[in-house]
């Protein structure tokens, strides 16, 4: 509640959630927001302009652009918290054990995270997808890869001197089991940088997600995805410009909201920080 309420003096951050939840919504309840099926094909009204039918026009297959577009927030946030969440998992419990069990197991634990680190990060998503071939599932794969480096350096940071706490000691002396005491007394400790760096990760991943698709190594045709539709619409910028403005500007929104937020829930954590 503390962090609630110094995030609500906050305008940017407000504004940034603001336009977080307007993408949320349109992910959540798109199939019934939708004016026309994304996929569907009507050649007969190829690179329409704006109208009263069709807002943002249509592209070179005469799908509806709107449609597409909010069908589209449903595929690129679902890979972002996918992709997120699994990093989380992976990177956090990375985190933790090289906190807890220190010597051997934790220098080689972070030599593997320090090698991820050193790649960068659309080639590593680009040695995942190729490994893994095309896809949905290889897009969410790859960007949960990129992820995981970076949750577990901030897991380990966050839990060390948690670890080193007098209650932790008093824990395993009262014949609490190592992951009872990990999950019940050094995890709780460690949420509110999880929760800033799960932020702007999300923007992250949402942006190198685009980007695989952007480049055709991501979500396949027809899917709907902002990184597949922008690739395409570029192609037509003089014929049908909205086709690639349209997700252009979502994209950039969607992240730029997630990174302003992340700063927000950062600050607001931190009272020092945010006064």
């Known amino acids: 509640m503390e962090i609630w309420a110094r995030l609500r003096g906050d305008t940017l951050a407000l504004a940034a959630l603001l336009v977080l939840t307007l993408a ?9 927001l939708t004016p026309y099926d994304p996929v569907a ?3 007969a009204a190829n690179y329409q302009p704006s109208s009263a039918a069709h807002p943002l026009g249509t592209d070179h297959l005469g799908r509806d652009t709107l449609s597409r577009l909010i069908a ?25 054990l090289a906190a807890w069990r220190r010597g051997l197991l934790e220098r ?11 790649l960068p990060e659309l080639l590593l998503a680009i ?6 071939g095309r896809g949905t599932i290889s897009t969410v794969v ?12 901030i897991v380990r940071s966050a839990a060390q001197p948690i670890v080193q706490g007098e209650f932790v000691a008093a824990a395993r002396a009262s014949g609490a089991s190592d992951l009872r005491v990990l999950v019940m007394h050094v995890l709780p400790g460690c949420w509110s940088p999880i929760l800033a760096h799960t932020t ?7 942006l190198l997600a685009s980007g695989l698709s952007f480049l055709g190594l991501g979500v396949q045709p027809p899917d709907a995805e902002w990184g597949a539709m922008l690739s395409r619409g570029r192609e037509l910028l003089r014929t049908a410009p909205l086709g690639a403005i349209a997700p252009g500007v979502a994209i950039t929104a969607t992240v730029l909201g997630f990174s302003v937020l992340g700063d927000g829930l950062r600050d607001a954590a931190d009272g020092r920080r945010g006064r």
């Open 108 to 118: 080689a634990l972070l030599q593997l995270v320090d090698i991820l680190l050193a």
């Open 142 to 153: 790859a960007v949960a890869v990129y992820a995981v480096p970076s949750f577990a350096r």
């Open 24 to 32: 949320g919504g349109a992910a959540v309840f798109g199939p019934w």
């Open 72 to 96: 589209g927030a449903r595929v690129s946030l679902g890979i972002a918290l996918a992709a997120t969440a699994a990093g989380l998992a992976a990177g956090g419990a990375i985190g933790l």
């Open 127 to 132: 040695s995942a997808i190729t490994i893994l």
């Open 200 to 206: 702007v990760m999300l923007g992250s991943a949402i």
């Open 41 to 43: 094909v009507d050649l």
